[in-house]
């Protein structure tokens, strides 16, 4: 038992290299060494490059212990197009205002209603590749 669990730890390098292309495939991953550039100013960090045509559901983030959240304005509407660092919608919860920004370009598919009470995980909007 132990000698397998050791084997699944250390696998060879070749399917290391393989597990880190598949997991590089996935939106938002970003390896230690692109870290160390993005820290080093030599390159921008690139989130989520979306794909003509690829759906990106835009989640509302955990945010501790804050509760009864609601988009209260929205900045742009569907169909708009975004880039990656817009202001998109505000987001309160009566004690506490903040600005949402997009985390992705591309076109606004579709958004949830305003003054609707959110839970963390809900869908905000999605984002349309161009």
Same mark, same amino acid.
């Given at each position: 038992m132990i ?24 939106p ?15 390159? *921008? ?5 979306? *794909? *003509? #045509? ?5 989640l ?11 988009i ?16 998109i ?31 963390? #995980? ?9």
């Amino acid at each position: 038992m132990i000698k397998s669990l050791i084997q699944k730890l250390f696998t060879p390098n070749k399917k290391q290299d393989e597990l880190i292309e598949e997991l590089k495939a996935i939106p938002g991953f970003i390896t230690k060494e692109e870290i160390e550039l993005v820290g080093n100013n030599q390159i *921008k960090p690139n989130k989520f490059v979306l *794909k *003509k #045509g690829e759906i990106l559901p835009v989640l509302l983030p955990e945010f501790g212990n804050l509760s009864n959240l609601k988009i209260t304005k929205w900045y742009f509407q569907t169909g708009d197009l975004v880039s990656e660092g817009n202001v998109i919608c505000e987001i309160e919860n009566g004690k506490i205002t903040m600005e949402f920004e997009s985390i992705a370009d591309g076109r606004i598919s579709s958004i949830c209603l305003t003054d609707k009470i959110l839970k963390t #995980g809900e869908m905000l909007c999605e984002l349309e590749g161009i």
